[in-house]
C-alpha cells in the first residue's frame, strides 16, 4: 500500500538559507501534519491542513510557511535556517475511515550548518 | 496545559522477558491517548490508541496498553519481547479522536538483549 512520502530525505544547507520539504499523502487522504523532531527530542506539532486550508497551528516559527496543494501534498517553507532548525521533519497524513489515525512518512532530515 | 511523562529514557529487557513502558498523562479533559514507535530511520507507526471503553486495549505486534484514569497512567506492555521490538515508544496524548495537534512524552528507547 502506499505510504506518506517526503522529499528530499536529507537536506544540508548552511544558517540564513532557505529550505522546501515536500510531503505527498496517502491518496485520497485530505489532512497533513508537519511536525519537527530534534535531536534527541519528542516530536513537536507545527502545522496541519484540512482540504488545503490551515486547520491547526502549533509551534510553527514565523520563519516557517506551508501550504497545501490542490492535489493534497503539502510543502514547508523554512527560511533564514538556523542552527537549531536542524531536525527530523515528519510530514503525516489521514483521511476517513482511518480518523483517529495518522500515517507518518519517514521524515527529512534538515541539517543546517 | 497537556503533558506526557515517560519516565523511563531507556530501558533493557532480554528477549522472551515482560515489558511494560510508563507513560503518565496531564490532560483538562477526557484525554485520548496513542502509543507509537519509531524504529532507526523510520517514521512514527501508531500501536495503538484509546479513546473510550474497555481500558485494556489491543494493539499491533502483540503490544497491549492499560488506560488508568485514577493513576493518569495508559501503560504500554508486551508478554513476550522480540529482538525486533528494538525501538523508541512514544506515549501521546490528543484533545479529539482525530488524531492532530499531538503532545508526545519524550520517549523510550527500548534495547533488547539476546
Known amino acids: 500500500a502506499a505510504g506518506v512520502i517526503q522529499s528530499p530525505r536529507h537536506l544540508i544547507k548552511e544558517k540564513r538559507e532557505t529550505a522546501t520539504l515536500k510531503c505527498y499523502p496517502i491518496?485520497?487522504?485530505?489532512?497533513v501534519y508537519w511536525y519537527q523532531q530534534g535531536p534527541g527530542q519528542d516530536p513537536q506539532f507545527l502545522i496541519s491542513?484540512?482540504?488545503?486550508?490551515?486547520?491547526d497551528k502549533g509551534s510553527i516559527p514565523d520563519r516557517f510557511s506551508a501550504q497545501q496543494f490542490s492535489d493534497y501534498h503539502s510543502e514547508l517553507n523554512m527560511s533564514s535556517l538556523e542552527l537549531g532548525d536542524s531536525a527530523l521533519y515528519f510530514c503525516?497524513?489521514?483521511?476517513?475511515?482511518?480518523?483517529?489515525?495518522?500515517?507518518f512518512g519517514e521524515g527529512s532530515r534538515l541539517t543546517v550548518l | 496545559a497537556q503533558s506526557v511523562t515517560q519516565p523511563d529514557i531507556h530501558i533493557t529487557v532480554s528477549e522472551g522477558a515482560s515489558l511494560e513502558l510508563r507513560c503518565n498523562y496531564s490532560?483538562?479533559?477526557?484525554?485520548?491517548l496513542f502509543w507509537y514507535v519509531q524504529s532507526p530511520g523510520q517514521g512514527l507507526q501508531l500501536l495503538l490508541k484509546?479513546?473510550?471503553?474497555?481500558?485494556l486495549v489491543q494493539g499491533i505486534k502483540g503490544f497491549e496498553a492499560e488506560f488508568k484514569r485514577s493513576q493518569s497512567s495508559f501503560n504500554l506492555r508486551k508478554p513476550s519481547v522480540h529482538w525486533s521490538d528494538a525501538a523508541e515508544y512514544f506515549c501521546?496524548?490528543?484533545?479529539?479522536?482525530?488524531?492532530?495537534?499531538?503532545?508526545f512524552g519524550g520517549g523510550t528507547r527500548l534495547m533488547v538483549k539476546p
Open positions: 503525516a497524513s489521514k483521511g476517513l475511515p482511518d480518523a483517529g489515525e495518522l500515517f
Open positions: 491518496p485520497r487522504h485530505d489532512t
Open positions: 491542513f484540512y482540504e488545503k486550508m490551515q486547520s
Open positions: 490532560y483538562g479533559a477526557t484525554p485520548y
Open positions: 484509546y479513546f473510550s471503553g474497555d481500558t
Open positions: 501521546a496524548v490528543g484533545p479529539n479522536n482525530a488524531g492532530n495537534m499531538l503532545t
